[in-house]
């Protein structure tokens, strides 16, 4: 899931979160787990290994999406000397909209 924040002026605020990179296998309910901007393993086999070796090039931390960025600024664009964001966030579906779809 992805979400951009627009800021007047400034770069939009934005974060990504899933729930693993190798997706939700034998899950076809998109509402079925819980997303957050840090996963929790690492890319394992085939591809995306050699996806997680390449992002590795660029950073030791490809499992995290970071927050600062975000509360940098105000959503008119004023700058924040000191900004205050979480470590991380988890997106957790209601048990309501969990149950409106299958899993298969």
Do not use: C
Not at 8 to 34: E, K, R, T
Request: charged share 10%.
């Amino acid at each position: 899931m992805g979400l951009k924040f627009l800021r007047d002026g400034v770069d939009s605020g934005n974060l990504v979160s899933m729930f693993d990179v190798a997706g939700q296998p034998g899950n076809w309910n998109f509402f079925g787990n819980d997303f957050a901007n840090h996963i929790p393993q690492p890319p394992a086999s085939g591809p995306l290994l050699a996806v997680g070796a390449k992002f590795a090039t660029y950073t030791s931390f490809i499992q995290y999406v970071g927050l600062s960025d975000m509360a940098m600024y105000s959503e008119t664009g004023a700058s924040n000397p000191q900004p205050v964001f979480p470590w991380s966030l988890r997106f957790a579906p209601s048990n309501d909209v969990k149950n409106l779809f299958p899993n298969e």
